[in-house]
C-alpha cells in the first residue's frame, strides 16, 4: 500500500486530496497545526480513514521528525497562508510559510529520503501583472502580492531542488479552484454564501472589491485530479492547470444571485477598504501541456460550479448540510 503525506490537510485542496488517495488505495497522513479550536470540519467525511499528525511548516524539526516516522511514498504541500489580503497585512509570516515552508519539506525529503515524490501547490498568482496571454509553463512570472513573490520563491526552490539533487519534485501551478469547501474569505464562497443568506432573508447588502477582476476559475475536485497525474508521471515536470474559461467578480455575483432567484444588482456595493494595493486584474490558463500529456481536463464548468457552491449554502441554512465554521 502507498503512503502518502498532505501538508495543508485540513485546508479545501486537502480535503479533495485525502479522499481522492483514499479511493486510490494510499493510506493517508497529513499534518496539522495545533490551534485553540478544531478545524478539521473539511475532512469529515474521510476523518475515520486519515492519520493526522501535529506538525507546522514554521517548524523544520517537526517537518523532519514527520517525514522520518510516516515514511512517505510521496508528499503533496499544501500548506500555505493562502489568502492574498492577509499576505499585505502579515508579509513575513506569509513569507515564512508560503516561501519558506516549502524549503523546510524539501530538505526533509533530501536528509530523510530523496527517493519521495514531492509535489508543490504552486499558483496563477505569480503570473499576477500578467505579460502575455493566456499564460503558460514558459510565461514569465510577474508577482503582484507578498503571496504572490512567496509563491514564485517556492516554485523556483522545488525547480532548483530538482535539478540540484534529483528529486522527483513537481510544481502544479494551478489557477483559481473553489468548492463548497471553499474559505469563506475568498470571492466564490463569499458571494455563493451571501446569496443564499439574502435568500434567506438573513442579509441585505454585500459589500465587494473589485467587481471588474477576471480570474479562470475551475473546480477543486479536478484539480487534484492534476496533482494525481503529474506524480504518477514518469519525468518531473511542472504544469499549468486551467480551464481557459475566463469570467469577472460581476458575472460571479450574476450567476449566484440568479440560482437563488435575486438580482445581484439590489444587494452587492463596492467597498474601497476591499479593493486591493495593487491588483490582479485578469488570469487565464492555458493547460495544453497538462491535456497533451497527463491527459487532464476540467469536468465541472464555471455555472455548474457556482450552482453547487450557492446550492450547498443554501443546503447549510436550511440545517441540510453540516454549517462550517465563520473565518
Ligand atoms: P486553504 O487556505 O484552504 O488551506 C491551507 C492549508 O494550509 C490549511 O490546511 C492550513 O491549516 C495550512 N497551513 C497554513 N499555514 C500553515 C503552517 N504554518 N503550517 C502547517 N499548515 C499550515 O488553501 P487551498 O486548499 O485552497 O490551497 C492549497 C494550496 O494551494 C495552498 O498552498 C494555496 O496557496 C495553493 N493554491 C490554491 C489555489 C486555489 O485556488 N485554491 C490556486 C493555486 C494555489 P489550518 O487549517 O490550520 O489553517
Ligand atoms: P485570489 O482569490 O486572490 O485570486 O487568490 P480571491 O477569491 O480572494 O480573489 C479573486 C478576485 O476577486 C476580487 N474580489 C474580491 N476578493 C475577495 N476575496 N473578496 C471580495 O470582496 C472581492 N471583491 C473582488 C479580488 O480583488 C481578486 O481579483 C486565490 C487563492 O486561493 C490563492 O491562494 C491562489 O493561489 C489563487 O487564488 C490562484
Not at 479522499?19 to 488505495?25: C, H, I, R, S, V
Request: charged residues 25%.
Amino acid at each position: 500500500m502507498k503512503r502518502a503525506l498532505i501538508t495543508g490537510i485540513t485546508g479545501q485542496d486537502g480535503a479533495y486530496l485525502a479522499a481522492q488517495l483514499l479511493e486510490e488505495g494510499y493510506e493517508v497522513h497529513g499534518v496539522a497545526r495545533r490551534l485553540s479550536t478544531a478545524n478539521a470540519w473539511r475532512l469529515a467525511e474521510v476523518r475515520d480513514r486519515v492519520v493526522l499528525h501535529g506538525g507546522d511548516l514554521h517548524d523544520t524539526g517537526s517537518i523532519v521528525r514527520l517525514v522520518q516516522a510516516v515514511a512517505p511514498d510521496e508528499v503533496y504541500n499544501l500548506a500555505a497562508q493562502s489568502f492574498v489580503p492577509t499576505s499585505w497585512e502579515q508579509p513575513v509570516l506569509t513569507g515564512e510559510a508560503t516561501g519558506l515552508g516549502v524549503t523546510r519539506v524539501l530538505e526533509a525529503i533530501r536528509l530523510v529520503n530523496p527517493a519521495i515524490r514531492f509535489y508543490q501547490a504552486s499558483s496563477s498568482e505569480m503570473f499576477g501583472k500578467v505579460v502575455e496571454t493566456p499564460q503558460r509553463e514558459s510565461t514569465p512570472f510577474y508577482p503582484r502580492s507578498p503571496y504572490g513573490v512567496a509563491k514564485t520563491y517556492g516554485h523556483w526552490i522545488t525547480v532548483n531542488y530538482r535539478e540540484s539533487f534529483g528529486i522527483f519534485a513537481v510544481s502544479g501551478i494551478l489557477f483559481n479552484h473553489e468548492s463548497p469547501k471553499r474559505g469563506r474569505e475568498f470571492v466564490t464562497r463569499k458571494v455563493c454564501r451571501a446569496a443564499a443568506e439574502c435568500a434567506a432573508g438573513r442579509r441585505r447588502a454585500l459589500p465587494m472589491g473589485n467587481l471588474d477582476a477576471a480570474r479562470d476559475w475551475g473546480f477543486a475536485g479536478d484539480y487534484v485530479r492534476a496533482m494525481r497525474g503529474m506524480l504518477r508521471a514518469a519525468e518531473p515536470q511542472d504544469y499549468v492547470i486551467a480551464t481557459g474559461e475566463v469570467h469577472t467578480v460581476r458575472e460571479l455575483c450574476e450567476v449566484a444571485f440568479e440560482r437563488v432567484g435575486l438580482d445581484y444588482r439590489e444587494f452587492v456595493r463596492t467597498d474601497p477598504v476591499l479593493v486591493r494595493p495593487a491588483e490582479v486584474d485578469r488570469l487565464e490558463g492555458d493547460a495544453s501541456k497538462a491535456r497533451a500529456e497527463l491527459g487532464w481536463s476540467p469536468e465541472v464548468g464555471f455555472r455548474e460550479l457556482v450552482h453547487m457552491m450557492v446550492d450547498a449554502d443554501v443546503a447549510r441554512l436550511r440545517g441540510d448540510l453540516l454549517d462550517d465554521p465563520e473565518g
